[in-house]
């Protein structure tokens, strides 16, 4: 059996990462599985870049700009600029060697220019099955990959937020009504990351009828742990007798990513806390460095780590990772920071309840709440050496218990292996890996 995924990226953003990690985990198991990605820089077994020449490789660029070009008259604000993805601009596939050869189709993140609905179509077109790891809840919307609090997804869209002029049948509704139609003779099968997002595609009017399973993202747990924080703290060249705080994000300026949040609670934190100078933070990720020159607490940018080594060193140098996104799946940053024995405080919203167990393994602070924020991190700070130990021993355990690639590795097998054997007893699958629907 051989399963190709499809993915815009190859290790740009957490989807991807995420992408990539199921493939080489699959990989590791013994299992045929192979990547194809719109283009990449880097040369990794078992992945494969659609653009190969030089002309191919800026046609790929130009897609990009098409695709944002089509929505920017519609957008409500340049806030919202990547928050909405029309799918409008892509490229046909369905001929590619890789796919042709494919038994299932995985399909990951696949915005941005990659593959439009129209591709998506000749791919279900082929009639193989599709299974699809919904990264966020682009699948099954009209166009935007976090909806916030509309529930229109559950109807047909329309009257979008994140639309200059919203309108029942607007860019959203048109949108829904393209997927609706790509869909209707697809052997697909959609998988959340999350539990979280899982309900969410099972409350959809795309994807309502299907049977929605719920398989986490995976981590390779003997790379991703934990170093004593003597020797992490001396490889990054930081003063041992610190409290570290670590913030980490793709790109730090990023609204959802909740930086403003996370600065408001710094500065009551400080107020707060008896011994502040006691107190650093450790900050890693893209970004313009002059957003922190106003944050209260001395501060050590490592900027965009590219390294695992230097991922992991972070990780276990801090005494806590705060992650105070507004929205988020099943985010790799707390994944990869509880391996590394680190607790984790955010807030309570997406699939994050899922994996912060509170005051075992982090904290789960109240959504939006900047004084919660900055008491959840006292909290943990004020832990005394047994307690915090066992707080690390508690993070460490529940990643390699539920995320482990060899765990994760297993649960997808067993998924393509129904998919190609349709008539093979229902119910091999476990509770938290299936849909209560039965599949189309």
Not at 19 to 44: K, Y
Not at 392 to 419: F, G, P
Request: hydrophobic share 40%; with cysteine; charged share 15%.
């Amino acid at each position: 059996m051989k399963v190709l995924h499809l993915s815009t990226f190859h290790q740009f953003g957490g989807a991807a990462i995420a992408a990539n990690r199921i493939n080489q985990a699959l990989n590791r198991a013994g299992f045929s599985s192979d990547m194809l990605v719109a283009n990449t820089p880097v040369v990794e077994p078992f992945v494969t870049s659609l653009a190969q020449t030089p002309w191919q490789k800026r046609w790929n660029t130009a897609r990009f700009a098409l695709d944002r070009l089509t929505f920017m008259p519609f957008e409500r604000n340049r806030d919202v600029r990547f928050a909405f993805s029309p799918a409008l601009i892509g490229t046909d596939i369905s001929h590619h060697p890789l796919v042709q050869q494919a038994d299932i189709l995985h399909l990951h993140w696949t915005s941005f220019g990659f593959l439009s609905t129209r591709s998506l179509s000749k791919l279900f077109a082929l009639q193989k099955p599709v299974v699809w790891t919904m990264h966020d809840m682009w699948a099954f919307t009209g166009g935007c990959h976090h909806s916030g609090t509309c529930e229109g997804y559950q109807h047909h869209c329309g009257n979008c937020p994140f639309l200059r002029t919203a309108a029942p049948d607007d860019l959203s509704h048109s949108g829904w009504l393209r997927k609706q139609t790509a869909y209707q003779n697809a052997r697909l099968t959609p998988v959340g990351c999350s539990q979280w997002l899982a309900n969410r595609a099972r409350q959809s009017s795309l994807f309502g009828t299907l049977a929605v399973h719920s398989i986490p993202n995976p981590l390779d747990t003997r790379v991703f742990v934990p170093i004593p924080k003597a020797v992490a703290r001396w490889e990054l060249k930081l003063p041992d007798h610190k409290r570290f705080i670590l913030f980490a994000a793709t790109k730090v300026s990023a609204v959802g990513k909740g930086f403003s949040y996370f600065q408001k609670a710094l500065g009551l934190l400080r107020q707060q806390l008896t011994q502040p100078d006691d107190v650093e933070l450790l900050i890693f990720g893209a970004g313009d460095e002059s957003l922190l020159q106003e944050l209260p607490f001395n501060y050590h940018f490592l900027g965009s780590l590219k390294s695992v080594q230097q991922i992991v060193t972070a990780y276990s140098a801090a005494d806590l990772f705060v992650i105070p996104s507004l929205e988020e799946n099943l985010p790799n940053t707390i994944m990869e920071s509880m391996a590394c024995g680190t607790p984790v405080v955010g807030f309570g919203v997406g699939g994050i309840p899922e994996m912060v167990q509170h005051q075992q393994t982090g904290y789960l602070v109240n959504y939006r709440s900047v004084e919660d924020l900055a008491n959840g991190i006292e909290w943990v700070l004020e832990q005394s050496e047994t307690n915090f130990n066992q707080l690390s021993e508690n993070a460490r355990n529940h990643v390699v218990m539920h995320y482990d690639e060899t765990v994760v590795a297993q649960k997808y097998i067993r998924l393509y292996e129904q998919k190609i054997a349709p008539k093979s007893p229902k119910g091999d699958l476990d509770a938290s890996d299936s849909g209560s629907k039965s599949p189309l």
